[in-house]
């Protein structure tokens, strides 16, 4: 077996000290041009790899980057995880990705895992009602979609009020006045502040505000089949729906194509694949996790180089892309 490449092999090969070839790999700026190529060398040519662990026991911290999500299966956040691993890595940072399910003590248990790992730095996205135990964090902890709980944390995210109420007052400028909302369970901000700019410009619209229209605690694509397939059975049924996440707009799809109504208006509150493509186009409310995850990228970087963190929201907007489904008049 090949012995293992040790910092002082890389030394010696560019004929310096171990502690300035130290410095280079650490991505110390402060060495000569001329050294800093020779070590550099050194390493390619010798194969050189550090030792995580040791580089961890040495700092404190390790050199990654720990993700707290619902779930990556999600596409939203699927989208948001991969922009930051991407970005991460290009900075030589690892990644640990975990899903929570939307289980707070799932959430508690893989941040601890992960602080107890020494993680350079946390990226979550709350399900727990109570995130003050992360007030003294050994680490930069930065928030993602929606705000924590019992804590003033940094967070990147959109104005669900806003993107709601937007939703169903593109609906009601249409002529529609029944229009459904298909939403996921109670227990996270994004879904009550959704369900809340929806019921907002129901009034504002001079709506009917009919709570037969509302089916919540639907987080899957099955769910949001059956919640879409019940409001068309109602006895007077939506000519429109409003579809507060992706997860439950996949389901939402496929039940107006089943049963042939893609005359019913819709509006889905983040974009999917093959949104664009349906017949109609799924109109949506993009709230763009690439830009959600670059922006949490960036904000986390700033914190692990020293910039102390705000403490606000750092909020990006949203637009309505209009594709068809969403621009479909009154039934007649």
């Known amino acids: 077996m090949k012995a293992q490449v040790r910092l002082k092999d890389v030394a010696e ?26 070590i550099l060398a050194a390493v390619r ?12 026991l040495r700092k404190g911290t390790d050199d990654t980057l720990g993700i707290v999500v619902d779930s990556i299966a999600d596409p939203f956040f699927a989208a948001v995880t991969g922009t930051i691993e991407r970005l991460a890595i290009a900075r030589g940072l690892r990644v640990m990705i975990a899903s929570t399910g939307r289980d707070p003590r799932i959430e508690a248990t893989v941040v601890d895992d992960l602080l107890a790992r020494r993680v350079a730095g946390l990226i979550v996205a709350p399900t727990a009602s109570d995130h003050s135990y992360l007030a003294h964090a050994p680490c930069p902890v930065l928030f993602v979609d929606r705000r924590p709980d019992g804590l003033d944390g940094e967070t990147v995210l959109v104005d669900d009020n806003d993107g709601a109420r937007r939703a169903v007052a593109h609906l009601a400028a249409r002529g529609h006045r029944r229009v459904g909302y298909v939403g996921g369970k109670m227990d996270v901000a994004t879904t009550r502040n959704r369900l809340q700019g929806y019921r907002d410009e129901v009034a504002a619209s001079g709506l009917q505000a009919d709570e037969s229209l509302v089916r919540i605690g639907r987080n899957t694509a099955d769910e949001g089949r059956a919640a879409t397939l019940e409001l068309l059975a109602l006895p007077e049924p939506p000519t429109a729906i409003f579809s ?10 496929a039940a107006l194509h089943a049963c042939e109504r893609t ?29 959600i995850g670059q922006l949490a990228a960036e904000t986390m970087f700033e914190r692990l180089a020293g ?15 209009p594709r068809g489904s969403g621009e479909q008049p009154v039934p007649t």
Do not use: M, Q
């Open 13 to 38: 090969a560019a004929a310096t000290s171990t502690k300035t070839a130290s410095r280079v790999i650490n991505g110390d700026p402060r060495v000569a041009e001329e050294t800093r190529a020779r």
């Open 45 to 56: 040519d010798l194969g050189y790899r550090p030792d995580p662990t040791a580089r961890s």
């Open 244 to 253: 507060s996440n992706t997860r439950c707009s996949l389901g939402v799809v």
């Open 263 to 291: 005359d019913v208006a819709l509006v889905c509150f983040g974009d999917f694949p093959l949104a664009d493509v349906l017949a109609p186009g799924v109109t949506v409310i993009d709230h763009d996790p690439l830009a």
């Open 307 to 321: 910039a102390p963190a705000t403490g606000r929201d750092l909020t990006l907007p949203l637009r309505l892309i």
